[in-house]
């Protein structure tokens, strides 16, 4: 490894260096309190270069490539943004669980943040990646931190998320690297780049074979991006696991997992007798996804559970970008994904204030929350309205933009049937809304939030504002980023 490709990884190896520092300090304090500060120096640092190199490059003319193992990651401008996006949305979750870390996990509290470290680390690479073994090496890695996360409650609710988060990712990564070995055979190469001209030329006598690869591939990815009908492991671990980490798998897992879909769908299947084949599947499993997401959560009761609903429909919208193979597809997810990280990191740390302060995730239960804490409240309601996609707030902007590029690519009835889904998440995220402001409270004591939650659901809020509002510096970087893609 040479000092340029050293350099390039420096994001990664920050948070590697930080998850194992993290360890050792929990080994050797009785101040746990200590954990989340080293954890958030690290992401800070790693932010830092993340951000110097993200820069540079949204001015330069060039690509620069990293050579650890050769031409297995690229250090492009998307690249970066998702590296920023995933490490920023890391920090907030640490700031967001700190409290509930110290009160909830005790006993377990630094492998807790060494996991997320590491977890985010490898979706940093996984999102770099520009070849199947690096990709699929890194999904594994980030995966076994999160079945462990998940299970992190040690209670029977807890327990049973995690075996099946595991269960079901060990089948995902089945078809997954069924999918990725079809392409091997068939084109001899492991690099996107290679790939695409390999399956282009081979297609003619090859269709079947190929078809399959793809097939196997979606199915892999709709595990990951909780895409219909593989979301069925959603709202069980987002019940299940510990608030923090469903906030986590939500944001950092959920950008992740698109991050790499756009760079395998639209390098290594995107030469066009291929792409024909995979955007119709993503129209398809778009329509279905959101509607079935949208649906189930009419009758949900808990609010995680809920939530995990949700989480489905908002990637039923995105794959609805992801459906159109260039770059206007490619800056749309990002530019959702950059939206909906913020709405959704402003939504759970609010539910993780509300749901420890009344000591209960029902719905019912949030009665009369404007009344005990106004702050948590109006943070959370904002964040809703985001997500049903109601302006002036980054939800409205982002859905804009999906189903602006969706029109331009003739997927009319696509973006008619995100407008009615969007009408009938209203239902259920406006009831939130309503019970929080029209309900009784049971008990009239302040719900507490500590410093850190409350600077991340500050800022949190402030962006998912401000990115409906004047989203055009971000939708330009967005849009430059994507334009890296070859």
Not at 39 to 63: D, E, H, K, Q
Not at 335 to 359: K, R, W
Request: net charge neutral; with cysteine.
């Amino acid at each position: 490894m040479d000092l340029l490709a050293l350099r390039e990884l420096l994001p990664e190896l920050i948070l590697i260096a930080t998850g194992l520092v993290v360890i050792l300090v929990d080994l050797v304090t009785n101040d746990k309190r200590v954990l989340p500060i080293v954890s958030a120096v690290g992401v800070l640092l790693s932010i830092v270069f993340t951000v110097t190199g993200l820069s540079a490059l949204l001015r330069s003319p060039f690509v620069v490539e990293v050579y650890s193992v050769p031409g297995a990651v690229s250090a492009d401008a998307l690249a970066y943004m998702f590296r920023l996006l995933l490490s920023a949305s890391t920090l907030a979750v640490i700031g967001a669980s700190s409290d509930y870390v110290q009160r909830r996990l005790i006993g377990a509290r630094g492998e807790f943040y060494a996991l997320l470290l590491f977890a985010a680390a490898a979706m940093m690479i996984l999102t770099a990646a520009t070849e199947l073994i690096t990709a699929y090496v890194a999904l594994e890695t980030s995966g076994i931190a999160l079945y462990a996360l998940s299970g992190f409650l040690r209670d029977r609710r807890s327990s049973e998320a995690g075996i099946k988060f595991l269960v079901l990712g060990g089948v995902s990564s089945a078809f997954l690297l069924y999918g990725m070995v079809i392409l091997f055979g068939l084109t001899g190469t492991t690099s996107y780049a290679g790939i695409a001209p390999a399956l282009h030329a081979a297609f003619r006598e090859n269709a079947l074979p190929i078809s399959l690869a793809v097939v196997l591939i979606v199915a892999g990815f709709g595990f990951k991006l909780a895409a219909f009908p593989f979301q069925m492991w959603v709202p069980d671990v987002y019940e299940g696991a510990p608030t923090p980490v469903t906030m986590f798998l939500s944001v950092v897992s959920k950008a992740a997992g698109f991050g790499v879909a756009l760079r395998i769908f639209h390098l290594a299947l995107g030469a066009p007798p291929v792409a024909l084949e995979w955007t119709y599947i993503f129209a398809a499993l778009a329509a279905l996804t959101m509607t079935l997401g949208n649906l189930a959560a009419l009758r949900q009761h808990n609010i995680k559970r809920l939530m995990g609903y949700s989480s489905v429909a908002q990637a039923g919208y995105l794959m609805a970008a992801l459906a159109v193979p260039n770059d206007t597809g490619t800056a749309a997810v990002t530019f959702f994904l950059i939206s909906y990280a913020v709405t959704n990191l402003a939504a759970f740390a609010a539910i993780i204030a509300l749901t420890e302060g009344l000591a209960s995730e029902a719905i019912s239960d949030l009665a009369g929350a404007a009344q005990r804490s106004p702050f948590l409240a109006f943070c959370f309601t904002i964040a809703l309205l985001s997500l049903t996609g109601i302006p002036p707030t980054a939800g409205f902007f982002a859905k804009l933009t999906v189903f602006g590029v969706a029109v331009n690519q003739g997927l009319l009835w696509l973006v008619l049937v995100g407008v009615v889904n969007s009408v009938i998440s209203a239902y259920y995220y406006m009831a939130i809304v309503k019970a929080m402001y029209v309900g009784s409270a049971k008990d009239e004591r302040t719900i507490p939030a500590g410093l850190a939650l409350t600077t991340v659901l500050v800022c949190t809020t402030a962006l998912t504002v401000l990115l409906g509002i004047a989203p055009d510096a971000v939708v330009s970087a967005a849009s430059t980023a994507a334009a890296w893609l070859p």
